[in-house]
């Protein structure tokens, strides 16, 4: 059974920093293109960063310079570390494996 479960999240003042983890299990994560997703109230769901099998960056404009997302094949975890962080960047963060694999998320919310 293929499970990714998001863990990090929480209250954080606005200008801090958090760091989300995945953590796949039933897949070889080193197979697979890993994305953070996020939704916020209301709105539609984002893609905020992406790492090819190859660790090939990409990130949304509202996430450059300030999120980092990285893999650790071995432990078949995913990070996003999230620095600088916005009111704006509230929002629940999903991780995706391929987009054919979810978790189901972790709230983040930022204060002012």
């Known amino acids: 059974q293929v499970q990714l479960v998001e863990s990090g999240g929480g209250l954080v003042q606005a200008g801090g920093s958090l760091r989300l983890s995945c953590v796949a299990s039933?897949?070889?994560?080193?197979?697979?293109?890993m994305n953070w997703y996020r939704q916020a109230p209301g709105e539609q769901r984002e893609l905020v960063a992406k790492?090819?099998?190859?660790?090939?960056?990409t990130y949304a404009d509202s996430a450059k310079g300030r999120f980092t997302i990285s893999r650790d094949n071995a432990k078949g975890t995913v990070y996003l570390q999230m620095n600088n962080l916005k009111p704006e960047d509230t929002a629940v963060y999903s991780c995706?494996?391929?987009?054919?694999?979810w978790g189901k998320g972790t709230l983040v919310t930022v204060s002012s």
């Open positions: 995706s494996a391929g987009g054919v694999y």
């Open positions: 039933g897949i070889t994560l080193n197979r697979y293109v």
């Open positions: 790492i090819t099998t190859d660790v090939r960056t």
